[in-house]
T-cell receptor, first 119, second 113 residues
Framework: GAVVSQHPSWVICKSGTSVKIECRSL??????MFWYRQFPKQSLMLMAT?????????EQGVEKDKFLINHASLTLSTLTVTSAHPEDSSFYIC???????????????FGAGTRLSVL | AQSVTQLGSHVSVSEGALVLLRCNYS??????LFWYVQYPNQGLQLLLK??????LVKGINGFEAEFKKSETSFHLTKPSAHMSDAAEYFC???????????FGSGTKLNVKP
């Protein structure tokens, strides 16, 4: 199947610094990517939809100035956690839609996730 | 609006026993339904999906699920559990032609020797 690469897999940072997480589709072009946040022992919460060449669409309650998303190319989306604080510590997962050529098909492939720890 | 309910946050079975993980959904339109598996500190891997057609869907690793519209369910089963099946399983729903996925809270499967 398709491969989505996420980097880094683990990052520790000091409070107040910014952290950038990359999500790449390795063998397909993804016009749409998604960013999720997963708290311990909980499910994935959709944060935002990243659209190539346009602004991201954020879910209700997600601070767009806090979580900056840039989808600069068909294979790369980045999530920047600005001025990170301990409460931002979480597991962040990206996914990308692989076009199948079929109308109404919808397959998402997930990255391995990034564990962010803010001290 | 879409929502997914997974009954049982933890399920424990013996190796070789039947695995049954429950998923119920609510959707205002015919949904697309998915099961994903997550191993520790990893992303999600697609097990199987239902979009249209046959309601009994077969996936990887011997898993299958049946879409029952009347019961709004999409339970995941495997006839005989293997130790390697121990992981967390997530049921998800999306609207056709709509990219957003909504996930259930997950069920952690433990397989006893």
């Amino acid at each position: 199947g398709a491969v989505v690469s996420q980097h880094p897999s683990w990052v520790i940072c000091k409070s107040g610094t910014s952290v950038k997480i990359e999500c790449r589709s390795l063998d397909f072009q993804a016009t749409t990517m998604f960013w999720y946040r997963q708290f311990p022992k909980q499910s994935l919460m959709l944060m935002a939809t990243s659209n190539e060449g346009s602004k991201a669409t954020y879910e209700q309650g997600v601070e767009k100035d806090k979580f900056l998303i840039n989808h600069a190319s068909l294979t790369l989306s980045t999530l920047t956690v600005t001025s990170a604080h301990p409460e931002d510590s979480s597991f962040y997962i990206c996914s990308a839609n692989q076009p199948t050529g079929l109308v109404f098909e919808n397959i998402q492939y997930f990255g391995a996730g990034t564990r962010l720890s803010v001290l | 609006a879409q929502s997914v309910t997974q009954l049982g946050s933890h399920v424990s079975v013996s190796e070789g026993a039947l695995v049954l993980l429950r998923c119920n959904y609510s959707s205002s339109v015919p949904p697309y339904l998915f099961w994903y598996v997550q191993y520790p500190n990893q992303g999600l891997q697609l097990l199987l999906k239902y979009t249209t057609g046959a309601t009994l869907v077969k996936g990887i690793n011997g898993f299958e699920a049946e879409f029952k519209k009347s019961e709004t369910s999409f339970h995941l089963t495997k006839p005989s559990a293997h130790m390697s099946d121990a992981a967390e399983y997530f049921c998800a729903v999306s609207e056709p032609n709509f990219n957003k996925f909504y996930f259930g809270s997950g069920t952690k499967l433990n397989v006893k020797p």
